[in-house]
């Protein structure tokens, strides 16, 4: 656990393993792994199919990797930008401490709009694909703990979750899950 406010995040002793000076990082097999999606796709590949979690290669698996990219280079890039258009302190805002900081003005409105209307499209997407299937590859896995992880960002910062009722009855699901 770092402390970005602290700069723990940016200390020498950290870049050493993630130079982009970012959590999470893993070391696993004596290596070093950053960016979540990676880390998720390979805890997956290597512990998860045994246990049911993360499916076998195959179209199943590609379509895991589809949503994990999404959340990355998609879904969180427009979470990002809202974070970052939210007044310091709000929930889910970019701590004054990160590399994200960019002190947008609590009257930055535009910016936070159109954020959020980003959002909205991209959760319709994903509330089309729960309104036909309990979890988003069918049965539970990791791809909806890694999504609902998010997608709990995006309802913190005031992201328009709430009007995707399939999206949650799924975080409800993803939740309770045993
Ligand atoms: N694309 C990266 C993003 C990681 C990221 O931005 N992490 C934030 C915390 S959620 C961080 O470490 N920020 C450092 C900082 O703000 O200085 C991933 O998914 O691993």
Request: hydrophobic share 50%; charged share 20%; with cysteine.
């Amino acid at each position: 656990m770092l402390d970005i406010d602290a700069g723990d995040t940016r200390a020498a002793a950290f870049k050493a393993i993630n130079p982009n000076g970012r959590v999470p990082a893993l070391a696993h097999d004596g290596e070093v792994l950053w960016e979540s999606a990676a880390i998720l796709m390979h805890l997956g590949e290597t512990f998860g199919v045994d246990r049911g979690l993360y499916p076998p290669p195959g179209m199943a698996r590609a379509h895991a990797m589809k949503w994990i990219v999404w959340s990355a280079a998609t879904l969180g890039e427009a979470a990002g930008r809202l974070s970052a258009a939210l007044p310091a302190g709000q929930a889910g805002a970019v701590q004054a401490g990160s590399v994200d900081f960019i002190g947008v003005a609590e009257h930055d409105a535009e910016r936070r709009g159109r954020a959020l209307a980003d959002l909205d499209g991209l959760l319709a997407i994903m509330n089309g694909a729960l309104a036909e299937a309990d979890y988003l590859l069918g049965a539970y896995s990791l791809v909806d703990v890694h999504l609902s992880g998010l997608v709990g960002w995006i309802d913190a910062m005031g992201g328009p979750v709430n009007r995707h009722p399939a999206v949650g009855a799924w975080r409800v699901r993803c939740a309770t899950h045993g």
